[in-house]
């Protein structure tokens, strides 16, 4: 207990001495900030919500770039950015990685950037290779115009800047297509050595709770405030590790639920942990002074709350802690969808099954990448009407005529996108002509080997499970029904022989005739 009211009574002395201290070093700290951004002064929105204090910047880098050398997870794209010597090299490597780990987690990542790396060590390599087979090796990592991004942006590099990657923040904005605001700085900071802050989302909750910001985190005000803070507390000795240790301790600490506030290095900066433990007090004095008239510690607040466009609009939730920041407007609920689709199949010439794929338009969702042919579902049509329009696609596609009828219900495939709530309602359609030919140029018959390597997505990969799934048991089902059937058979043979046999007892045995058995009796007593 005595221990909480010392903690409790450092953060409001720390606070204290902040505010003291704001005024004299404020004009000092914001020079010394000037000269190490090369963007311009950064400027502070309160006292409350930023670090006034020169010290207490510098602390917090010490602390956190400590803990950083101490703890951080050995990843590959890290090792590169440390020990490639040749610029182009170091740059394209952190490009690809930056673009990987967007929106997809670091254990998903590292075994699709070695494979990247491997095959396209340089911009050059990757500038060489096909949509086609970037689509191939993107498969299954999901938002695939990122690789598309990349490839084109390669191709930019080799043709325009003649493999030189590009050198400042504002030129790899420029010039490298799918590179935003972050990913630029982080490729700047990380790759080059450029001193700028980069806010992405771990870095976003990170900084909402050590100033605690709770207004709207994707509000332009707010947007700006943190890009602020991130350049103002960015290391220029370090500003690469700098930028991946803010990363990293919203990845591993500061985390959007079940945070580990005792793990974290720079807990004595948070203004959200400081509201923890002030609200721990106040429930301790509570229930010690009961009905005594004594004062309670107040909750240190933003002094413009109410009017200030970085502070919360709804009222602090004790259950949550510093999960109150930072506040995110919610959600829209994905868009539902049902897509029928049909899995046809093949003998090719070998025997060897086959199955139809087409391929999506290069724009949009899942550009380029090859998928069993479908159609939507309309709302205001049957489903069955549209199956019978599936048919008359598929008739066009194989240029053989088909009836509704050959079309078999498999299942259903449930593949959930960031926007869309997709359902795949899956029928089979098996085709005996193995000469049959497609009418249009974006079609191919893969085997079911060539379709694992294939650019399909991961829908089409559940899709193809299902199938193998309801054959499997279908499968098992035929050979248990033969099993059956040749015991049976067997059985009744059985029955039929011991039926035919003349003098056969009831029990199966031979019955002997009254001679014999006489002649035996005297043969077994002499």
């Not at 002395?13 to 003291?20: I, P």
């Not at 500003?239 to 720079?266: W, Y």
């Not at 990969?461 to 058979?489: F, P, T, W, Y």
């Amino acid at each position: 207990m005595s221990g909480l009211r010392s903690a409790v009574k450092r953060v409001k002395t720390g606070g204290l001495e902040t505010a003291e201290t704001a005024k004299p070093t404020r004009k000092k700290f914001k020079t010394s900030v000037k000269s190490e951004q090369s963007n311009g002064p950064v400027r502070s929105c309160t006292t409350y919500h930023s670090f006034p204090a020169a010290a207490d910047v510098a602390r917090l880098r010490c602390g956190l770039l400590s803990w950083y050398h101490r703890e951080k997870r050995d990843l590959p794209w890290r090792t590169l950015a440390l020990t490639e010597e040749d610029v182009d090299t170091r740059t394209y490597a952190v490009w690809v990685s930056e673009i990987m780990l967007q929106q997809t987690q670091v254990a998903t990542v590292i075994d699709y950037y070695n494979r990247w790396m491997k095959r396209w060590p340089t911009v050059s390599d990757l500038a060489a290779a096909t949509l086609e087979e970037v689509n191939q090796m993107w498969a299954g990592l999901g938002y695939y115009s990122r690789g598309k991004r990349l490839h084109e942006g390669a191709q930019n590099v080799v043709s325009e800047l003649h493999g030189q990657m590009p050198r400042t923040v504002d030129s790899l904005l420029k010039q490298l297509p799918g590179v935003g605001r972050y990913t630029a700085a982080a490729i700047g900071s990380i790759a080059l050595g450029h001193v700028t802050g980069a806010v992405d989302g771990n870095v976003i909750r990170v900084l909402c709770r050590l100033r605690g910001i709770g207004a709207d985190s994707t509000s332009p005000a707010v947007t700006e405030a943190l890009w602020e803070l991130a350049n103002l507390l960015v290391d220029p000795e370090s500003p690469g590790d700098f930028n991946q240790a803010m990363m990293e301790l919203g990845a591993r600490v500061c985390t959007p639920k079940g945070p580990l506030c005792s793990q974290c290095p720079i807990q004595s900066h948070c203004r959200s942990y400081q509201k923890v433990l002030i609200y721990q007090e106040k429930k301790v004095e509570k229930f010690q002074v009961k009905s005594d008239n004594k004062s309670l510690p107040d909750i240190e607040d933003c002094v413009n709350q109410g009017t200030c466009a970085l502070c919360p609009s709804e009222p602090w939730d004790p259950d949550l802690g510093v999960q109150n920041f930072p506040r995110k407007p919610g959600k829209k609920p994905p868009r539902v969808e049902r897509t029928l689709t049909c899995v046809a199949s093949r003998r090719s010439g070998d025997g060897e099954p086959e199955c139809l794929l087409t391929q999506r338009p290069n724009k949009g969702l899942l550009a380029g990448l090859w998928e069993f042919p479908n159609r939507l579902l309309e709302e205001q049509r049957s489903e069955e009407e549209q199956k019978e329009a599936l048919c008359e696609e598929m008739s066009r596609i194989v240029a053989t005529p088909l009836t509704k009828d050959l079309l078999q219900y498999v299942g259903e495939v449930v593949h959930i996108f960031s926007h869309i709530h997709q359902t795949y309602v899956v029928y089979s359609l098996c085709l005996k002509d193995g000469d049959i030919q497609t009418e249009r140029g974006n079609t191919q018959w893969l085997s079911r080997s060539a379709l694992q390597g294939a650019a399909v997505s991961t829908g089409v990969k559940k899709i193809m499970n299902l199938c193998d799934s309801v054959h499997c048991k279908q499968d098992s089902s035929l050979k248990a029904g033969k099993k059956r059937q040749l015991a049976e058979r067997k059985t009744d043979k059985a029955q039929k022989s011991r039926r035919a046999k003349p003098g056969a007892a009831a029990d199966g045995r031979r019955q002997l005739s009254l001679s014999s058995y006489f002649k035996s009796v005297k043969e077994e007593s002499v």
